[in-house]
């Protein structure tokens, strides 16, 4: 964006005129950046770990039929929570006859302290809550039979193998001081392992996106990626078992598998940052990464909006003569907050102005100025789920699942029977912010063209990231009992 200090007019409706253009993604440039998606996932996979897009093999050689039977546990670590659940399956008749979970807040001193002291943390809450299976009538695990465990891990791991990988940092307020480069599954393993009493075996590792399309899988044979658009963003898909060059003994040709993209760390000169995209970057933990995600992840929504605010402040004087102290905070203005101004319906934009009245600290705005912050969100908001949008055809482009109206110079020229694809996604900008998940479907309808747009279709995969690990693990038992697969290659 260029330096509008300088340029004729610094009135806050044109800064906002010039900030709308810098931000436009109109059809076309979302459909190179969805090509260039796609081009760049290739790429990933014929290099592992050598590009932007780690495209990371999870390999799992199976997903959820709908068939699985019995009690599975589930443990989903992510954030600043810590949670477990158990499901009780009954197959294609009962699927999913009792579900429940507990969730914990990770004490600060146990995220601060050592891995030893994070995965003791995590298996005496296993232990607890697996001690209660009886109790609330759930079946209970015969005696001499282990129980299995989907884990949920949402941070950047080195996968060797389908229950097993290593850390390869911390991140999300995670200040672990070791633990780096070991095994996240036998560092839980050893933690149990010390507890004593529990008879438990990870069966398999997987990133949220994974459980994600995991849960809808087990309902819908047709879903085919996973996508989380929350404080973080990423998306896997399913892919074929061939194309993961690092497998040293993959299944079949045929077999499919699923790669979890780490997407958040696409990259383009297509994307249309600006100067907040720019100082956010400069000013984050990890320069000149993430770039995507930095541009669509509720994480960074909210202080873009705070960028751009304290930038018209100083320009042009948005909210008086004095620069309201708040805004010079980073993180002072959050995603909720943009949501909640943003789906203000009111004549007279009063939520926005209790807002800019809670967060930023300004009692008095006039509408004008209130209808100046809530144009900054929407443009913010638009472009964020656009993005997200051309990411996922992006995806289709490379499974060949968006029509003739993109080239798709990736896939298997032949395969031109239009098959129905679900998008299962998870988080809350997806959940929570109507207005993105709007914008963000309406993209793709526009990107793929209302006919095909018929045959893809985005669903709610709620809580996937737990209950689609537990229905992996159930998946994983179900093939390993009836003899087709072996789960530690
Ligand atoms: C992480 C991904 C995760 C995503 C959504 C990103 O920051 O790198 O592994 O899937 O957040 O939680």
Redesign the pocket.
């Known amino acids: 964006m260029e330096n509008l200090k300088n340029s004729e007019s610094c009135d806050p409706s044109s800064f906002l005129r010039h900030f709308r253009k810098s931000s436009a993604t109109p059809v076309m440039l979302l459909r190179h950046i969805a090509q260039a998606m796609a081009t760049e996932m290739q790429e990933g996979l014929d290099h592992p770990g050598e590009r932007k897009l780690k495209m990371l093999p999870t390999y799992l050689e199976c997903l959820p039929t709908g068939n699985e039977r019995g009690l599975f546990y589930a443990i989903d670590l992510?954030g600043t929570n810590f949670r477990v659940l158990r499901v009780q399956l009954d197959g294609k008749e009962g699927r999913i006859l009792k579900q429940e979970s507990i969730q914990v807040p990770i004490p600060q001193e146990v995220m601060t302290g050592s891995s030893k002291d994070l995965f003791g943390f995590l298996a005496k809450t296993i232990v607890q809550f697996v001690s209660r299976e009886a109790d609330l009538g759930f079946e209970c695990v015969a005696l001499n039979q282990k129980r299995d465990i989907g884990f949920t891990f949402?941070?950047?791991v080195n996968q060797t193998k389908v229950n097993g990988g290593s850390i390869n940092a911390w991140?999300?307020g995670f200040s672990i001081s070791d633990g780096v480069g070991e095994d996240v599954v036998d560092q839980l393993e050893i933690a149990l392992a010390d507890m004593g009493s529990v008879n438990t075996k990870v069966v398999c590792l997987v990133?949220?996106?994974v459980g994600t399309l995991a849960q809808c899988r087990y309902w819908n044979d047709d879903a085919m990626v996973g996508v989380?658009l929350?404080?973080?963003?990423?998306a896997c898909y399913v892919e074929r078992a061939a194309a993961i060059s690092c497998w040293s003994s993959p299944p079949e040709a045929d077999d499919l598998t699923v790669v979890?993209i780490?997407w958040?760390n696409f990259c383009s000169e297509l994307l249309p940052r600006t100067f907040a995209d720019e100082g956010l970057d400069a000013d984050s933990l990890n320069p000149g990464q993430?770039e995507f995600?930095k541009m669509i992840?509720g994480m960074y929504l909210g202080e873009i909006l705070r960028r751009v605010l304290l930038k018209m402040a100083e320009d042009t004087g948005l909210f008086g003569s004095e620069i309201p102290e708040r805004l010079t905070k980073p993180f002072s203005l959050l995603t909720p907050h943009m949501s909640t101004m943003h789906g203000d319906d009111t004549s007279s934009l009063e939520v926005v102005g209790s807002v800019i009245e809670e967060a930023i600290g300004v009692k008095y705005t006039t509408l004008a100025t209130r209808k100046v912050v809530y144009d900054v969100c929407d443009i913010i908001a638009e472009r964020g789920a656009r993005l997200s949008a051309a990411g996922i055809v992006g995806i289709l482009t490379k499974i060949n699942r968006c029509g003739d109206l993109m080239l798709s110079c990736l896939t298997t020229p032949n395969d031109t029977e239009v098959k129905k694809t679900v998008i299962a996604i998870d988080g809350s900008l997806y959940e929570k912010y109507p207005k993105f998940r709007n914008y963000m479907e309406d993209a793709m309808k526009e990107m793929l063209g209302e006919d095909y747009a018929n045959n893809v279709t985005t669903t709610l995969s709620k809580d996937g990231s737990g209950v689609g690990a537990a229905l992996l693990a159930a998946a994983i038992s179900t093939e390993l009992r009836l003899g087709d697969v072996g789960v530690t290659k």
């Open positions: 992510g949402s941070f950047p991140t999300k990133n949220d996106t989380i929350g404080t973080g963003s990423n979890n780490e958040g993430q995600e992840g």
